[in-house]
């Protein structure tokens, strides 16, 4: 076995348990910081198949915008996590079904893609390029030319991601002072000031002011 294979067994061996930690860990917060490391070890495996574009992508995208920003959500949200669990073994029936579906369908995607025929075909492959043109290049012809509309879909849903993600986040604190700029602008200058007319001076309440007499004597 040489080094690309081990590193290529190593890297695939940290992602099945980051993945299997994720869905695993009780605290959210570990669970997004397990799926950054899934990510970066996803990463590892794309540069030993020679998609350096595409590793450096899911660093910069995912691990960079996306887990952080979700991170972010998670801390803000403060999720009570006993909540959480109270309907767990209520859906954990239907969960396993589709656990058990999803699993059926991943192994006969793999089994019959592992499969070695007899009589290999060289068929043309979409987006097959030669070994000594850039792969960035060849994969940006194909986004914005062919996969340009499905490329702005995904962007959009990005944004309305984002949006909500920032409208979760937005809270109102009692102790903050808020400002409506529509009454700002609707004010009139005799709202701003009020005149009070006051007695010069007046005595603290619950005293009554000594007699002239009585200063007097004491002087």
Known sequence: MDVKTGLFYFFSIVLLFAAFRVITARNPVYAVLYL???????????????????????????????????????????????????????????????????????????????????????????????????????????????????????????LVAMIAAIALTLRKRKDSKHLAPSEQVRVKSRDRMTVIKMAATRSAPGTTPAAPEAVEDKA
């Open 36 to 158: 950054v490391l899934a990510f970066f070890q996803a990463a590892a495996i794309w540069i030993l198949l020679k998609a350096e574009f595409l590793a450096i992508a899911l660093v910069l995208v995912y691990v960079g915008a996306v887990m952080v920003l979700f991170l972010f959500v998670v801390m803000m949200l403060d999720i009570d996590t006993s909540r959480v669990r109270e309907g767990f073994w209520k859906h954990f029936p239907l969960a396993a079904v589709v656990a058990v579906f999803i699993a059926l369908e991943m192994a006969a995607v793999l089994m019959g893609g592992f499969r070695v025929s007899e009589e290999p075909h060289a068929a043309p492959v979409l987006g097959q390029v030669a070994s000594d043109v850039s792969n960035t290049r060849e994969l940006g012809k194909l986004l914005y030319t062919q996969y340009l509309y499905p490329l702005e879909i995904a962007a959009a849903i990005l």
